[in-house]
């Protein structure tokens, strides 16, 4: 049921996970960029307590390309479906968190709605998906539940996340990498500046949840607040959770806020091969938009 092509395969045996290398992200062919007709945003609102803001207008929002107002040409604001890989931290220092990151994943599964497709990968020292995409539950917990082979020592994230965009190429709409894990990252053949100008080009959409299995610790690693930083220029989201926080709850945040953003757009003035900057901003003081923060301005 998993696998994945790759420059090499270890080990590849039916009905068992399979390890496997991980290819470089430099060689993606990219799909889905702006264009001459459409610069695609995806906005979350909250309030001022954090509370996600349903049911604005388009007048409520202000889009921004270079700090210039551009007139918002698409809005929706129903609930648009998702493709997400969802890729998680198997190494040993996540044992401890085995039962509770079960249930987490069995409600983000669970909260996927029609017209929602999702694949599922586990990574530690090395990485490995199903690159299968399904909106059938069941499929989804049957590769939780499937043996995970031995994987090298360490954490791979940077690789976990660079094989977690195969799948969503050439897909429609939000194209989501979320990501699961305790730690930095001392494994990864890939380069995390070189991978977030993939994801950035490409158009995906990161969110990472840091778990921390150690009591006491206050402050994640670094590798985490990187990929915080990853995350938010995508528009995505960041959560670092400690053991006495609810982790489940966290996922059903994050289910929320995917099925609770905004659909923006507007037309590029010139498609000049640059990366532009973009801000959407509301109207009403008390409530903030997250989005992504660029676009790249390529009629390819």
């Known amino acids: 049921m998993f696998g994945s092509r790759v420059s090499t395969v270890r080990l590849l045996a039916a009905g068992v996970l399979v390890a496997c290398a991980v290819p470089v992200v430099a ?39 270079e700090n210039r107002p551009q007139p918002i040409s698409v ?25 509770l990151t079960d249930a987490a994943m069995k409600q983000f599964i669970a909260s996927l709605i029609d017209g929602d497709r999702a694949c599922y990968g586990v990574f530690a020292g090395s990485v490995l998906v199903n690159r299968k995409l ?31 965009l195969q799948p969503l190429y050439h897909q429609p709409g939000r194209r989501v990498v979320l990501a699961m894990t305790d730690g930095g990252d001392n494994r990864s053949d890939n380069d ?22 150690k009591p006491g610790a206050h402050e994640p690693p670094k590798d985490l607040r990187r990929a915080a930083s990853v995350a938010s220029d995508t528009g ?49 003081p008390d409530l903030k938009a997250r989005a992504r923060k660029s676009y790249v301005a390529s009629d390819k």
């Open 134 to 164: 399904t909106g059938d539950h069941n499929q989804l917990l049957q590769a939780m539940a499937m043996p995970v082979p031995a994987f090298r020592d360490g954490t791979a994230l940077w690789d976990a996340v660079s094989i977690a």
């Open 236 to 284: 995505g989201g960041y959560f670092y959770m400690r053991p006495a926080d609810d982790l489940v709850a966290a996922f059903q945040r994050i289910s929320d806020e995917l099925h609770h953003q905004y659909l923006l757009g507007f037309s590029p003035v010139a498609l000049d091969g640059r990366t532009h900057k973009i801000d959407v901003r509301m109207k009403r």
């Open 192 to 213: 995390l500046a070189k991978l977030e100008a993939v994801i950035v080009r490409d158009e995906f959409m990161l969110y990472v949840v840091g778990l921390t299995t």
């Open 27 to 65: 060689g993606q062919q990219v799909t889905f960029r702006a264009t001459a007709q459409t610069v695609s945003i995806y906005a979350t609102v909250t309030d001022a307590a954090g509370r996600l803001v349903p049911d604005l207008t388009q007048d409520d929002f202000e889009v921004f390309d």
């Open 75 to 99: 809005f929706e604001n129903g609930v648009q479906p998702i493709t997400v890989s969802i890729m998680r931290d198997m190494s040993g220092s996540m044992l401890p968190a085995r039962e």
